[in-house]
């Protein structure tokens, strides 16, 4: 993963809404009304929230009829993981 890349998946998850979202879907795959469901929300903010994390490769949208269900794409989470667990830290 690039550095553009990470900077965009930490962007993605510094707003308090997108958070949200992410921790909806540690649990596995939602439908975007079961999300809806859960945040005091639109559901155009919705999916400017979900076009964010779409956009920079942390959760995958499967289209389902009229239905669209979201999960964290697992490879993406993995490597911010990886670089995060890279770091040395010293107590000063």
Known sequence: ?????????????????????????????????KILENLNITQPTLSH?????????LVD??????WTHYSI???TLNQLLAFLGDTKCRRQ
């Open 49 to 57: 929230h979900m076009k964010v994390l779409c956009d920079c490769g």
């Open 61 to 66: 949208a499967t289209k389902d009829w009229k």
């Open 1 to 33: 993963m690039q550095n553009n890349d990470m900077v965009a998946v930490l962007k993605a998850l510094s707003d308090q809404t997108r958070l949200q979202i992410f921790d909806l879907l540690r649990n596995g795959t939602l439908c975007a009304c």
């Open 73 to 75: 794409n697992c490879q």
